[in-house]
């Protein structure tokens, strides 16, 4: 697997907690994520929370996730928890699941 300081691409799977749903977060995300060049999807889950995963540099993963705990996400964000593993299969483009 490889580090988050390393120059390989990584895969980051955040869970973002808050109200995040019914609100274009997952559109935003997709937004940001595109505009800084990342793979991957945005998905609601059931319990309320979105799930995003990201896959790119891990700087360039670092800069999405300060975005998603940032001010100007939609709706209102109340936390966010990360994991960090090697990349997949990998993405085309970054979808909305």
Known sequence: MHGRD????VRATVWVRGR???VGFRWWT???ALEIGLTGY?????DGR????????PADCEQLL???????TPGTVTGVT????ATGE???GFAIR
């Open 42 to 46: 945005a998905s609601n889950l059931g």
């Open 50 to 57: 979105v799930q995003v995963v990201a896959e790119g540099l």
């Open 90 to 92: 990998g993405y085309e």
């Open 6 to 9: 390393s120059n390989e691409p």
């Open 82 to 85: 990360e994991i960090w593993t």
């Open 66 to 72: 300060a975005l998603l705990r940032g001010p100007d």
């Open 20 to 22: 995040v749903q019914q």
């Open 30 to 32: 997709r937004a940001r």
